[in-house]
């Protein structure tokens, strides 16, 4: 999908609606409309709630001519990388794609990215990293529990060694201890390495039937 570029007028006229006042930098036309790939994963509610806020900026401070790939692995877009003024992309565990992209002399923007890919260097250069606050969530979400009164707890994380998952739940776990409680933790996250979405659902079942009741469950993801 390639969305256009609007027009002087219309700019303006989205640019006084969404921001409320009007922006200096709309008294200059650009000489050049930036060509910009987004290469983010329409499935998942929080990039799509990105990509919005995306939007919103173009309008106040466009135009831009944007193209959308939706990042699945291995799907690239219609241009090579290079060809494009800027790039806003997910970077996951595929080595060839994060190298690509971390390569090209051109500004990248990495939205949720891996933990091999952030390597231990992170982003060199002109490359910028957009990341929850993944600790602060644990802590707002064992916050929220010990504020109902509840006296039993409990962890549903991601698959073992995504680091987004582990960093929401060492605060998670930590904040409960530090109340005076005990944390359980589902042992190897929603799905262990080989095992099928059935079994995994089936282990899952298991364990919470297990669990002191009343419980408050916090799972670090929403999938």
């Known amino acids: 999908m390639r969305v256009h570029p609007m027009g002087l007028t219309d700019r303006k006229r989205m640019c006084y609606t969404d921001c409320g006042k ?40 466009g135009p831009w001519m944007i193209q959308v790939v939706e990042g699945r692995p291995g799907e690239m877009p219609e241009m090579p990388p290079e060809n494009y003024d800027g790039i806003i992309t997910t970077l996951g565990p595929e080595k060839s794609e994060t190298e690509l992209f971390l390569k090209i ?71 409960i201890r530090t109340a005076g409680f005990d944390c359980s933790v589902f042992p190897g996250g929603m799905e262990s390495a080989g095992e099928n979405f059935e079994k995994g659902q089936q282990r899952l079942a298991i364990w919470l039937n297990n669990l002191p009741k009343p419980v408050g469950v916090f799972a670090a993801n929403d999938i």
């Not at 930036?34 to 990509?51: D, G």
């Not at 250069?125 to 929220?144: D, Y």
Request: aromatic content about 10%; hydrophobic content about 35%; overall charge positive.
């Open 22 to 61: 009007e922006n200096p930098q709309m008294r200059h036309v650009q000489t050049k409309v930036p060509n910009v790939l987004l290469r983010l994963p329409a499935s998942i509610k929080t990039m799509r709630e990105f990509f919005n806020g995306i939007l919103g900026y173009v309008r106040c401070r």
């Open 105 to 175: 002399k051109r500004p990248v923007i990495g939205v949720d990215v891996s933990e091999r890919a952030r390597g231990n260097r992170g982003f060199p250069g002109n490359r910028i990293r957009v990341e929850p606050e993944n600790e602060p969530i644990g802590t707002a979400a064992a916050e929220f529990l010990l504020a109902r009164q509840i006296r039993n707890f409990a962890f549903v994380g991601e698959v073992r060694g995504v680091f987004w998952s582990e960093q929401r739940q060492k605060t998670f776990c930590g904040r």
